[in-house]
Structures are given as C-alpha cells and as structure tokens.
C-alpha cells in the first residue's frame, strides 16, 4: 500500500497532434502498453461530488486499486495491490477489501457496501522521460468514442506548470481545457443515454 501525492497538466490532442508527437519522440509499437481503468462510485455518485475517483487499474497481469483525492495541490492517491482474485471479485460485486483504500473511503463518508462498477476505459500508453518529468501519451477508448491525451507528470508544480506550458507552445499544440479520464468517461456515457 502506498500514498504519492499526483501532480500533472494534460491536454487533450487531435489525432494529428499525437501522431505528430508520436513520430518526433520516435515511440515504436513496442514503447506502449494497454491498460484498463474500472470506475466505482455509489449509484448517487458520492465520490464525484466530493472530486473523488475510486478505480481498479489493470495493466498484463497487475492490479491496482486507487483512490485520488483532492490536495492543495494535485491529487492524493491511495494504492494497494489487489490479486486477480480480488478484483474478479470486485467486479461481480464483492465489497472493496480491508485496507488503507477502505480506510480512506471512511474517513470520507463513503460506505465501501455501496460502491459499484459503472464502466471501464482502456488506454494505450507510451511513456517518455522530458525534463525532471514524465511525459505520457495516451489513446483512450470508452462509451464508442476515443480520444487522444498529452499527460506530464513532475513533483514540482510551478516548474512542471512552466515546461507543459511552453512545450505546448513550442508544438504549436492549443491549450485545451481537459478533464480528468473520469470525468470524459462520466460525460461521454450521460451523453450517449
């Protein structure tokens, strides 16, 4: 188990922006995995009006199950490794398992017994190091449509603030407002109801 404090800008792309970055980093097929985010909230979505994310990242054979939660700055994440048992589990409805993440979901007012999956999105994700930071490329696919995503992740967020922002500029990339996977995700399935 283990708590790390998330710091990072994103901005949406046109698919022509992300292959245009795509080429310049020179990233192969074999510089990108998949991995699938399984998003939980109770059926009145406590956690999304507390700005709150609770998912189960599966990555080959790797389970994590995180929380984030709202800090000054950034996020807090809450991680503990589940086995693939567990999140099978899970996923057919077991209650989140004894642990730090449970723990966190208390002191927030949440009752772990009424959290339930409603959806998932896969990602297909490269990752290059830029800076002191981490830039990530994402192409996410969820609710029938897809989209592509510049992350960069630092622990400094003025100087992190600073480089997105002129990498942005230098690429001639706009600056876009870009919710969080979650938040995209919630939109997209109210959208198709």
């Known amino acids: 188990m283990s708590q790390d404090l998330e710091i990072e800008f994103k901005n ?13 980093f ?5 510089d990108f995995f998949t991995q699938t985010n399984y998003y939980f909230d109770t059926s009145d979505f406590q956690l999304k009006e507390k700005l709150c994310a609770l998912r189960i990242r599966k990555r080959e054979l790797h389970y994590e199950l995180t929380l984030k939660t709202p800090e000054q700055v950034g996020l807090l994440e809450t991680t503990q490794i ?20 449970r723990d966190a979901l208390q002191s927030l007012g949440i009752n772990h017994e009424t959290l339930h999956m409603f959806g998932s999105l896969t990602t297909t994700r ?6 002191k930071g981490l830039l990530v490329f994402d192409k996410s696919f969820y609710a029938d449509t897809h989209d592509f995503e510049l992350e960069y992740e630092v622990s400094d967020f003025d100087k992190g603030k600073d480089i997105f922002d002129r990498f942005l500029k230098e690429h001639g990339i706009k600056k876009r407002e870009t919710p969080n996977k979650i938040l995209r995700f919630y939109h997209a399935v109210h959208a198709a109801e």
């Open 26 to 30: 020179g990233l192969k097929e074999e």
């Open 126 to 131: 490269a990752e290059k190091n830029y800076k």
């Open 82 to 101: 589940l086995a693939e048992e567990q999140v099978t589990a899970i996923l057919d409805g077991a209650n989140i398992p004894v642990g730090q993440v």
């Open 12 to 24: 949406l792309l046109s698919m022509e922006e992300y292959d245009a970055l795509i080429v310049e």
